[in-house]
Each structure stands twice: as C-alpha cells, then as structure tokens.
C-alpha cells in the first residue's frame, strides 16, 4: 500500500522521536527538522511508507552521525521481554489451544514500535497481554495452511516481540526460517537482536537483505528470495512487512496490530486492532512479476 | 521569542487541519502536504511562530483557493460564546470581584484556537471556565495599572472569546480600543468578527494592519502604531500576541494559557496553564527601537 499523507505528519514526528532519544542540542534538532522537511517535499510518495522510512532514517544517520540510534532501547526491550518469557511459556503451555495462546502473545508484543505510534512504556502492566477479540482473524485458515507446510519463513519486526516470537516459532513442527533486517532501522530487528531474543536456538536466521523497516521485495537479497520460493508459509510481523506485502502475491500470513489510521483505514478496522490475516493475493507459492 | 524545533511539527500538523475542515480530496492534501514541508525547510526559523505561521497560512490559502477556511467556525464559535454569554453576565455581575470574575472568563476563552493544539470541542462542557490556580497571577498589578490608565488597548485573539472579552471590557471604567487582525488568519478575529461579537458597543474598534496570528510590530500600520504609543496599557491577549510582543518595550501586559511545551517551557509554567502576567520589558510607554 502507497503512503497517505498523514504520512507526512507521521514521519516527521518520528524526526523528533530520534532526536529525543539522541538528544543533539538545539541548533542539531533544528537542523534534522529542517532536513527532514526537505526531504518529505522532495522524495517520491507514491511508495510504501517503509520505502520513504528507509530514506529519511537514513539521512537522520548521516545528519546525526548514529546509524542506530535505538541500539540500547532495542536491547532493554530484549532484556524486558525475557523477563516475561517464563510466565508467558507457562500461560502457553498450558493452554487448551497453545498455538493460539502463543501467537496472541507473539501478536500482542508488535505494540513494541518506536516509528509508527510508539508505545514506550509497554511494559508498565500487562494489559497489553489483553487484545480482546481480534478485529481480522483468519487463525483457522491459518492452522489450515500451517497444517500443509514444510518450511515456513517467518519475517521479523521490532527488537523485544522477537523474544515472543520465539514462543510461537517453538510451537511450530516444520522448518522455520526467520528474516530480519540488514542494517539497523528504528528499533526493528536485525541479526543482533535476532539473536540476543534465543531465536537461532528454533528457527534458521538470515538476513532479508534489506534496511527498509518492512520487507521491500525489490531490495531482498537474490538469496532471501530464493528463500522465501521455497517457502509453503510467510508469516509476516507488523505494519512495515504488511505494508510492503500485501500486494505481492504468495503464501502469505499477516499478523500486526493496525498502529495507526492510514493502516486502520486500509483494512477496514479500528485504529490499534489486532489482526491474523490470509493474504487477499494468497498463492501456494511466492510468484513475482519483474 | 523565536520558534523552537517542536514548531516544524506543530505548523505541519496544523495543514491537517486545514485540510480536514476543507476537505479539498486526496492529490490536493498531498499537494498542500508536500509544499508546507518545502515551505518549512526553506524558511526563516529566526523569526517568531506567528510570522512563520502567517506565511504558512497564506501558502495554504494560495493552494486551496480559499483565504479563510475557518470562517464558519468562527461564525460558530462567537454564536456558541454568545450563548453562554448571559449567564456569564450574571456570574460578573454576582460577583465580589466582577473585573477578576470577568478577567478570568476572558482568560478562559483562549482555550478556542484552531492553531495550537487545537480545542474544537470547547462548549462540550463548562470545564473550559475552571482555570484552577493561574500558574502566573499579576491581576494586583494589573489592577494598580488599570487605576492610573485612561486609554487600553485590548489586542484581540480568537473568534468566540470575542464575546467574553466584551465581559472583561465592559467592566473597565475608561476608554478602550479594541484590536483585530487586517485579515483572516486561522480562526482569529478580523473586523466581521470583533462586530458579530458586540465589541463596537464596548470598544474603539481597530484593525492592527497585520495579518499574522499575532501581533507583529513591524507589520502594523502606522496609524495602529500610533494607537499603541498614546496607550496608557496594552492588553495582548493569547500565545501569538506573546510570542510577538514579550520583547518589545511597553505598557503590556499579557493574558494567555500557555497552550504549548514550547510556550510553556520559555515561561516556566506547566502546559495548558493560565496567565495574567506584567511583561518583564514593562515600560510606561510603548518605545520601538527601529
């Protein structure tokens, strides 16, 4: 889906959420502000918002002199997450359905999100634990299809919900590949993350190959794309890969939380809605046209 | 005092609401969208937020075609405030301190404003009147000022609390001239307005020359400048009029709630806080150095 343009306000704001956290004085602020702008007047628009993220994280970088300004909050969501992760274990192992327990907690931690919406405090209870009921939710057809698959790629989000995605990707029987980012981008994860979140212990980790926080397939790696061929299932995490995906037809799975109205509006939910959904382009297997 | 970094994101955000009182389609947001940002990246930030924001404004207006999108708000506003307006009359009139009473009715109405964080639901209820404590309170030495003046000045603000400085102006035992801005700015109040909301009945009525959100020296007419040299007091009221004027030297005295962090931080107060201040360049006479 192209960017809308409340995406202007959006990515703006995310400017001030980096200096906030790099904190480089007031005539630097200025500065990053005043490119930011700049760069919002010229760039392309008719793109996905994780294509025009990538470009403005990317001059927030050279700007600010820090290609990863999130790198100590990543780490403290990891760190976080783990704490949880043994309660969280238990309420999976022993539920009645653990699958389903164990991809809501994996859902319910892609709240974790410091471009779009960002939800710092998280962790203060667990309510976010609580997702009611579901505002798109095709969990049957997903065990369906989960049911027939051999290998299953399963694209990452941010630093933190990785450690919840382990839960799920433990309760998967097959093969499972899990995709991050090439470089640093907001706080999403990359192999460092992946990681420090115990994921290499269940799932094959590579890298997309791509900085964008979504996976643009045009800027995978030819090996990620090779993979993602031979994938029976692509399960993909949050509005950045749902963004950059949804109309590329293939075995695809989204599941986020619709962060803000320009995602909201597109599927048809309430703005912070929780969503399992079976691609509208669904194919047995990744099919590209260019 | 000059903008600040946060105003690059204030000024974005309020295109949006332009565009969503408008409501010019999709290509024409994007359009008004993208050339604000090219305005914010090229200009002068050196300068007060009304004065960028008096440019921003006439850009939008250039791009839509309409040189007042707030006009029916502003209709609606002062017929809502004149609806409040004679049970306020009698809280005045009861009260053992009507000018403080008044005062503080006036005060209260510059919660209506369309620039800064925006208050479109103002009348929703009457909390907007429960200013609690001022986070800044020199009504005494207003007071004392007020005894010796013979001729204020009242430099207006936003349509609708039009009508409650009326309240505060008809308790003032001398003469009063009542300021407005040359031309329609966001939702302040120009002439149409001023008269819609009674003030010909209580006041002079003037127009400032000047088209900014505030009230900026430079750009007044010369007639208005004399207006304010022969002031014996000058009542500016709202953020605008304080950005603009705080520095300059003069009988001044300001009537604000500090409706942003970065208004609010320069004065020391919490957001959202009201004020009755004496300007710190307080000075007989109003004395213009250029």
Same mark, same amino acid.
């Given at each position: 889906?192209?960017?809308?343009?409340?995406?202007?306000?959006?990515?703006?704001?995310?400017?001030?959420?980096?200096?906030?956290?790099?904190?480089?004085?007031?005539?630097?602020?200025?500065?990053?502000?005043?490119?930011?702008?700049?760069?919002?007047?010229?760039?392309?628009?008719?793109?996905?918002?994780?294509?025009?993220?990538?470009?403005?994280?990317?001059?927030?970088?050279?700007?600010?002199?820090?290609?990863?300004? /999130?790198?100590?909050?990543?780490?403290?969501?990891?760190?976080?997450?783990?704490?949880?992760?043994?309660?969280?274990?238990?309420?999976?192992?022993?539920?009645?359905?653990?699958?389903?327990?164990?991809?809501?907690?994996?859902?319910?931690?892609?709240?974790?999100?410091?471009?779009?919406?960002?939800?710092?405090?998280?962790?203060?209870?667990?309510?976010?634990?609580?997702?009611?009921?579901?505002?798109?939710?095709?969990?049957?057809?997903?065990?369906?299809?989960?049911?027939?698959?051999?290998?299953?790629?399963?694209?990452?989000?941010?630093?933190?919900?990785?450690?919840?995605? !382990?839960?799920?990707?433990?309760?998967?029987?097959?093969?499972?590949? /899990?995709?991050? !980012?090439?470089?640093?981008?907001? @706080?999403?994860?990359?192999?460092?993350?992946?990681?420090?979140?115990?994921?290499?212990?269940?799932?094959?980790?590579?890298?997309?190959?791509?900085?964008?926080?979504?996976?643009?397939?045009?800027?995978?790696?030819?090996?990620?794309?090779?993979?993602?061929?031979?994938?029976?299932?692509?399960?993909?995490?949050?509005?950045? @890969?749902?963004?950059?995906?949804?109309?590329?037809?293939?075995?695809? /799975?989204?599941?986020?939380?619709?962060?803000?109205?320009?995602?909201? !509006?597109?599927?048809?939910?309430?703005?912070?809605?929780?969503?399992?959904?079976?691609?509208?382009?669904?194919?047995?297997?990744?099919?590209?046209?260019?």
């Amino acid at each position: 889906m192209q960017a809308e343009s409340e995406c202007y306000l959006c990515l703006l704001s995310q400017v001030f959420r980096v200096t906030g956290v790099l904190k480089p004085g007031k005539e630097q602020t200025m500065k990053m502000a005043r490119e930011a702008c700049g760069f919002l007047a010229r760039t392309n628009f008719n793109r996905t918002p994780p294509e025009i993220s990538e470009d403005l994280y990317k001059l927030l970088a050279k700007l600010s002199g820090h290609p990863d300004p /999130y790198s100590k909050i990543k780490k403290e969501s990891i760190e976080k997450a783990w704490q949880l992760y043994p309660e969280f274990k238990e309420l999976v192992d022993s539920s009645s359905d653990s699958l389903r327990t164990a991809l809501e907690i994996s859902l319910a931690g892609n709240v974790i999100d410091f471009g779009a919406n960002a939800t710092q405090d998280w962790l203060k209870d667990k309510k976010f634990l609580n997702l009611g009921s579901l505002a798109i939710d095709d969990y049957k057809l997903l065990v369906e299809d989960l049911g027939r698959a051999k290998k299953i790629v399963f694209l990452g989000d941010n630093a933190g919900e990785t450690v919840f995605d !382990r839960l799920f990707i433990e309760k998967l029987p097959c093969q499972v590949v /899990y995709a991050v !980012r090439e470089k640093p981008i907001i @706080n999403d994860a990359t192999m460092e993350e992946a990681k420090l979140s115990g994921l290499a212990e269940v799932a094959e980790l590579v890298s997309s190959g791509c900085q964008a926080p979504g996976t643009v397939i045009e800027s995978c790696s030819p090996e990620f794309i090779n993979i993602l061929k031979e994938a029976d299932l692509i399960m993909a995490k949050g509005q950045g @890969n749902f963004e950059c995906l949804e109309q590329v037809r293939g075995p695809f /799975y989204f599941l986020l939380k619709a962060k803000c109205e320009v995602v909201a !509006r597109y599927l048809g939910v309430s703005p912070g809605g929780s969503i399992i959904m079976k691609s509208k382009n669904f194919t047995q297997r990744l099919s590209l046209q260019f």
